[in-house]
C-alpha cells in the first residue's frame, strides 16, 4: 500500500476512535445532565443610593459642644493677642509704669531688669485681676466648653467683667475726651459707653495715675540728690559725679522704708483688693 494511502487511513481511523469515546461519555452523563436541577438566580443587589449635590454635610467634633481643633484654634488666637489684652484692659499698665519709674528714681537703668519687672507686674496683675478672671471663667468659658454658648454668645459674656472692672477705675473726664475725639454724643449712664471709647479711657486714667504715684516716688530721692550735689560742690568736690555718691543713699533708704512692700500695698489698695 502506498504510503500516503496508509496516512489518510490512520487519521481516518483515529476520528472514528475519537468520535466513538465522545459518543460514549454522552450516553453515560447523558441521563444525569438531562435531569440536573435548575440553579436559583442570584438576586439583584440594591445600588447605594448617591446623595444629590448640594446636600454634602460635613461635621467636625460632634456633640454639642465645641471640637478639640476649634479650641486650640482659638488658644492659640488668644495667645497671640493676650498681650494687647493685658496691656489694655487690665492692672498691668499702672503697675509696670509705677516699677520702672520707681528704678529710674533709685538711678538704676538695668537693674532690676526689665523682663524682672515685668513678670512682677504680670503676676500683681494676675493677683489683682483674680476675681474679674474667675467671673469671666464662670459666665463664658466654662459655658462655651459645654456647648451652651456660642463664640459670639461666649465673646460678649467675657466683656461683661472687663466693662465693669474698666468702668470701676476710669475717670470720667478721660471718658469725654474720647468721646469729643470721635465725635460722639455723651454715653447716658457707664453701662452705654462703647468699647472703643472705654478702653483707650481706660489707659489714660492708668498712665495718670502711675504718673502721679511715679511723682511721690520721685520726691525723696530728688532731695537726696540735692543734699549730696551741695555737699559735693560746698566741700569743692566738683569733678566727682553726685550720682555715684547719692546711690548707695537711695537704696539705704529704700531698704530702710521697706520701698518694694510700699509700692506694692499701694498699688493694690488703689484697685480695692484686700
Known sequence: MPPAHRGALLRATALVGGGVALGAVLAVA????????????????V?????????????????????????????????????????????????????ALTRNALGLNTIPPTQVLAGLALFLSMFIMWPV??????????????????????????????????????????????????????????????????IP??????????????????????VIDLVVSSGLMAMGMMMLPPTMIALPFKILLFILVDGWGLIITALIQSYGTT
Open 30 to 45: 447523558g441521563p444525569h445532565l438531562a435531569f440536573a436541577a435548575p440553579i436559583e438566580p442570584t438576586p439583584p443587589v
Open 201 to 222: 479711657a481706660f489707659m489714660i486714667s492708668e498712665l495718670r495715675a502711675a504718673f502721679i504715684i511715679g511723682l511721690v516716688i520721685f520726691v525723696p530721692f530728688l
Open 133 to 198: 478672671l474667675t467671673d469671666v471663667n464662670d459666665v463664658a468659658v466654662q459655658p462655651y466648653l459645654a456647648g451652651g454658648l456660642d463664640f459670639g454668645g461666649a465673646l460678649e459674656a467675657a466683656l461683661g467683667p472687663l466693662r465693669e472692672f474698666m468702668l470701676a477705675h476710669v475717670r470720667e473726664e478721660d471718658i469725654a475726651l474720647m468721646t469729643r475725639a470721635a465725635g460722639q454724643d455723651n454715653p447716658a449712664n457707664p453701662a452705654a459707653v462703647p468699647l472703643p471709647t472705654l
Open 47 to 99: 445600588p447605594t443610593p448617591t446623595p444629590p449635590p448640594g446636600d454634602l454635610t460635613i461635621q467636625i467634633g460632634g456633640g454639642s459642644g465645641p471640637s478639640s481643633s476649634i479650641v486650640i484654634l482659638l488658644g492659640v488666637t488668644l495667645l497671640s493677642i493676650a498681650p494687647a489684652l493685658l496691656l489694655m484692659m487690665s492692672s498691668f499698665t499702672k503697675i509696670f509704669v509705677v516699677l
